[in-house]
């Protein structure tokens, strides 16, 4: 499974470009569809000059953000826009293992409330 960063192709201008970076998920892809999808990327993280190991670069373009969306593809593979470097800033240190944890305990969080309803 591959996660990839991802953007609707309303959003890529005519030069294969991302339009507005802030409006990029991360998706996993499957059989040229969006299998599953995260909410918005963080701009603290993906958009950040001061923090980059995982910056967006490219981005697979989708049809739209929807389950089940075909992304483009064309003879070389997957077709991706680029995230111009200027649309990119300086919004400091990012603690990615705080970040990491939190996502855990949020996840752990929701999985527990989950088991919970389902009880009911």
């Not at 960063?5 to 499957?30: A, F, G, Q, W, Y």
């Not at 923090?51 to 075909?70: G, L, Q, R, S």
């Not at 800033?89 to 996840?107: C, K, N, P, S």
């Amino acid at each position: 499974m591959l996660v990839r960063h991802c953007v609707e192709e309303s959003n890529v201008d005519e030069h294969l470009v991302v339009t507005d970076p802030t409006k990029v998920r991360h998706v996993v892809i499957l059989a040229g569809r969006i299998e599953s999808m995260s909410g918005l990327t963080d701009p603290a993280s993906h958009l950040n000059l001061d923090y980059p190991d995982h910056k967006i670069t490219t981005c697979v373009i989708a049809e739209k953000f929807e389950i089940n969306a075909k992304v483009k593809i064309d003879d070389q593979g997957l077709v991706v826009a680029r995230v111009d470097r200027s649309t990119l800033g300086h919004y400091g240190h990012v603690d990615y293992t705080q970040r990491l944890f939190d996502m855990i305990e949020a996840v752990k969080k929701s999985h527990k409330s989950r088991k919970t309803r389902e009880k009911e």
